[in-house]
């Protein structure tokens, strides 16, 4: 059974900045590239940024230059750096597959940026 479990959100200022983690377990993680998405309230969820698993990446416009997608294989884990954070980035975050993702979504993990 798969379970991605995301952690290392919370309240920062704007121009901070906040590292967050996923851990995946039941899939074997260095095959697939991964992802993080976010979904702010009343929109969408959106792909942010991915990772394949050669560690090439891709960012959605609006993260490029700020935030920055690695992996870890041998934790399982996949990280998203954020720096440079505005209040438009606030939303849940969660970590998927980033090609097919899973139907079973981990809980995810409140971002939130205030003065």
């Known amino acids: 059974q798969v379970q991605l479990v995301e952690s290392g959100g919370g309240l920062v200022q704007p121009g901070g900045s906040l590292r967050l983690s996923c851990k995946a377990s039941?899939?074997?993680?260095?095959?697939?590239?991964m992802a993080w998405y976010r979904q702010a309230p009343g929109k969408q969820r959106e792909l942010v940024a991915g990772?394949?698993?050669?560690?090439?990446?891709n960012y959605t416009d609006s993260v490029k230059g700020r935030f920055t997608i690695s992996r870890d294989n041998a934790k399982n884990t996949v990280y998203l750096q954020m720096d440079s954070l505005k209040p438009e980035d606030t939303a849940v975050y969660y970590c998927n597959r980033r090609d097919a993702p899973y139907d079973d979504w981990g809980q995810g993990t409140q971002v939130t940026v205030s003065s």
């Open positions: 990772i394949s698993s050669g560690r090439r990446t």
């Open positions: 039941g899939i074997i993680f260095s095959l697939y590239a």
